[in-house]
């Protein structure tokens, strides 16, 4: 066979899924199960699945839900080597000016980033989301425009920022869906659990640090409910009461948003209402992790003969409690590939089925960087053939 020709690999699995019998069945749930929110969603972190949802796509002020964005925003840029913890940021007139919930900075002061994600996270502080977005983008209106850049690369087709802040505007707008999106992309950083898991801590703040802000999650599943990591609430008179919740419980971590609750004890109790839907009814299945060898292909001209095919990322399928089901596997690589071969490179994919339909793709990756042979690599294949 030619080495461009593909090699298509299917082996049928069968998953034989013995748990617990949920107290109550998922079509008996459906038909009782109802949010008392204006808006919510419950989705499987792992796959990106939406369990439940009530008007996902309506567009509706999210309030401080909105900083969700400017922790991802902040998170990427730390990863990708903008801008780092121990960065220290001069606080600006712009910030200070900031109403609502705030930690009370001050213009000219100094606070580190990891300090001002801090106050993000538990206080919702408006003038620390600000302070944040100027230091990362130097301007309020630059961050802007970063933000809603972000928002559609993630799909949030139904979102507007008009603020770093979540503030009333008329053109600030989202849905449970888009930030049920952005929540999840969040999550992948598991860093800002370090902050979103806080309960309570404290803060330096003034220009000569001598007043101490004690900062209260103002989420409260974070000491309430059993797995909470996350991960944020806002509420204003236009918004009502908000809350993206996230809680993980073995293999299953699921994102909960509620929007427009009329008082903060009703957002707390639908989104355990929503968490202990999908607990008591769903388990996450583990495929693979990430780097996982799924099977070898020949190197054509390379310095190694074979190269081990890995996942590219983890694979997970989200299933019903006390089902079983037929997941097929099918495994789609060339039969040889030429050298170079870059580390990760995409050569083929793994495909996920259940009952016929498709339910995952992941990207098959070389495991390793492999040369070009060489003359001495040449020589060494022939007195091994031999």
């Given at each position: 066979?030619?080495?461009?020709?593909?090699?298509?690999?299917?082996?049928?699995?069968?998953?034989?899924?013995?748990?617990?019998?949920?107290?109550?069945?998922?079509?008996?749930?459906?038909?009782?199960?109802?949010?008392?929110?204006?808006?919510?969603?419950?989705?499987?972190?792992?796959?990106?699945?939406?369990?439940?949802?009530?008007?996902?796509?309506?567009?509706?002020?999210?309030?401080?839900?909105?900083?969700?964005?400017?922790?991802?925003?902040?998170?990427?840029?730390?990863?990708?080597?903008?801008?780092?913890?121990?960065?220290?940021?001069?606080?600006?007139?712009?910030?200070?000016?900031?109403?609502?919930?705030?930690?009370?900075?001050?213009?000219?002061?100094?606070?580190?980033?990891?300090?001002?994600?801090?106050?993000?996270?538990?206080?919702?502080?408006?003038?620390?989301?600000?302070?944040?977005?100027?230091?990362?983008?130097?301007?309020?209106?630059?961050?802007?425009?970063?933000?809603?850049?972000?928002?559609?690369?993630?799909?949030?087709?139904?979102?507007?920022?008009?603020?770093?802040?979540?503030?009333?505007?008329?053109?600030?707008?989202?849905?449970?869906?888009?930030?049920?999106?952005?929540?999840?992309?969040?999550?992948?950083?598991?860093?800002?659990?370090?902050?979103?898991?806080?309960?309570?801590?404290?803060?330096?703040?003034?220009?000569?640090?001598?007043?101490?802000?004690?900062?209260?999650?103002?989420?409260?599943?974070?000491?309430?409910?059993?797995?909470?990591?996350?991960?944020?609430?806002?509420?204003?008179?236009?918004?009502?009461?908000?809350?993206?919740?996230?809680?993980?419980?073995?293999?299953?971590?699921?994102?909960?948003?509620?929007?427009?609750?009329?008082?903060?004890?009703?957002?707390?109790?639908?989104?355990?209402?929503?968490?202990?839907?999908?607990?008591?009814?769903?388990?996450?299945?583990?495929?693979?992790?990430?780097?996982?060898?799924?099977?070898?292909?020949?190197?054509?001209?390379?310095?190694?003969?074979?190269?081990?095919?890995?996942?590219?990322?983890?694979?997970?399928?989200?299933?019903?409690?006390?089902?079983?089901?037929?997941?097929?596997?099918?495994?789609?690589?060339?039969?040889?590939?030429?050298?170079?071969?870059?580390?990760?490179?995409?050569?083929?994919?793994?495909?996920?089925?259940?009952?016929?339909?498709?339910i995952d793709k992941v990207d098959l990756v070389c495991e390793k960087k492999i040369e070009k042979a060489n003359v001495l690599d040449m020589i060494k294949k022939i007195i091994n053939m031999y």
């Amino acid at each position: 066979m030619g080495r461009k020709i593909l090699r298509f690999i299917s082996i049928y699995l069968t998953i034989i899924l013995i748990l617990l019998s949920p107290n109550i069945s998922s079509a008996e749930s459906e038909e009782v199960f109802d949010i008392d929110a204006k808006s919510a969603l419950l989705m499987d972190f792992n796959t990106g699945e939406i369990i439940y949802e009530k008007n996902p796509h309506e567009r509706l002020a999210p309030a401080s839900i909105s900083k969700v964005m400017v922790l991802l925003i902040a998170m990427e840029s730390i990863e990708d080597g903008k801008i780092s913890l121990d960065d220290e940021v001069i606080i600006s007139g712009n910030a200070e000016s900031m109403g609502g919930s705030q930690v009370f900075l001050e213009e000219g002061e100094v606070q580190k980033v990891d300090d001002l994600i801090k106050a993000i996270s538990l206080r919702s502080a408006n003038d620390a989301s600000v302070a944040l977005g100027e230091h990362i983008s130097k301007s309020e209106s630059a961050f802007l425009k970063l933000m809603n850049k972000r928002a559609k690369e993630l799909g949030m087709e139904n979102t507007n920022f008009a603020n770093a802040t979540g503030l009333p505007n008329d053109n600030h707008y989202t849905t449970a869906y888009d930030i049920a999106i952005m929540s999840r992309e969040l999550m992948k950083y598991p860093k800002i659990q370090d902050w979103l898991t806080l309960w309570m801590a404290e803060m330096k703040v003034s220009r000569d640090k001598d007043i101490v802000q004690g900062l209260v999650n103002t989420n409260r599943l974070i000491k309430d409910y059993d797995g909470a990591n996350g991960i944020k609430t806002g509420s204003t008179q236009e918004a009502g009461f908000c809350l993206s919740g996230s809680a993980k419980r073995g293999n299953l971590q699921l994102i909960s948003v509620v929007l427009g609750c009329e008082n903060s004890k009703i957002r707390f109790e639908e989104s355990k209402r929503l968490l202990d839907y999908g607990f008591d009814n769903y388990n996450s299945v583990t495929i693979g992790k990430k780097g996982d060898i799924v099977a070898q292909t020949k190197v054509n001209k390379g310095s190694e003969e074979f190269t081990n095919i890995v996942l590219g990322r983890d694979s997970f399928i989200l299933v019903p409690e006390g089902s079983s089901s037929n997941v097929e596997k099918e495994i789609n690589i060339p039969e040889t590939i030429d050298a170079p071969i870059e580390i990760d490179r995409v050569i083929g994919e793994l495909i996920l089925q259940i009952d016929g339909k498709t339910i995952d793709k992941v990207d098959l990756v070389c495991e390793k960087k492999i040369e070009k042979a060489n003359v001495l690599d040449m020589i060494k294949k022939i007195i091994n053939m031999y």
